[in-house]
């Protein structure tokens, strides 16, 4: 409670302060807000800029897509923020996209785990595990036929967009 209701300076402290004449004490209700960024230009569906929220209520985490990309979480600056936990000052909420590769044998044989990267950063895709007889292994693709975009085996990529399978080309 306050003695003032511009500037909210002039805290009443009920165990110290004493009212010599009737006075008027103005309540300052707490309002956070929390910004969203998307973190990723390629997102199909836009987030709120900013929701305000009272203080200690709780928020849920903006829905948005990108085709072959998912959100592993939101981060106040390096911070995983738990949606569990009441909102108790500003904040800027930053999603963290990735994306999952698999890695398909087209005919060899052999078994190799999908690789799920982060996207805006360098990741290097994973050595070539699969054999064939009689074929030497020449790049992966995007497209069973090789005819797609192409890779060289631990290729450097950032971001392949709307890849979720590349195919092993003898």
């Not at 230009?41 to 829905?63: F, H, M, Q, W």
């Not at 190799?112 to 009689?134: I, P």
């Amino acid at each position: 409670w306050y003695r003032d209701n511009n500037t909210f300076l002039d805290k009443w402290d009920f165990e110290k302060d004493i009212a010599e004449d009737s006075f008027t004490l103005f309540a300052k209700f707490w309002q956070f807000r929390v910004d969203f960024d998307n973190g990723y230009d390629k997102a199909s569906t836009p987030v709120p800029k900013y929701v305000l929220v009272e203080n200690n209520t709780k928020i849920s985490a903006p829905d948005t897509t990108a085709k072959g990309h998912q959100v592993e979480g939101w981060y106040n600056d390096k911070t995983l923020w738990n949606f569990d936990n009441p909102v108790t000052k500003d904040l800027l909420l930053t999603a963290k996209w990735e994306y999952t590769v698999t890695y398909m044998k087209n005919g060899g044989s052999g078994e190799m785990e999908d690789s799920t990267f982060d996207v805006n950063v360098s990741n290097t895709l994973t050595e070539n595990a699969f054999t064939r007889k009689g074929y030497t292994f020449d790049n992966w693709s995007t497209t069973i036929d090789g005819s797609g975009q192409r890779f060289a085996d631990k290729a450097v990529v950032e971001d392949i967009t709307a890849v979720e399978d590349l195919v092993y080309i003898p």
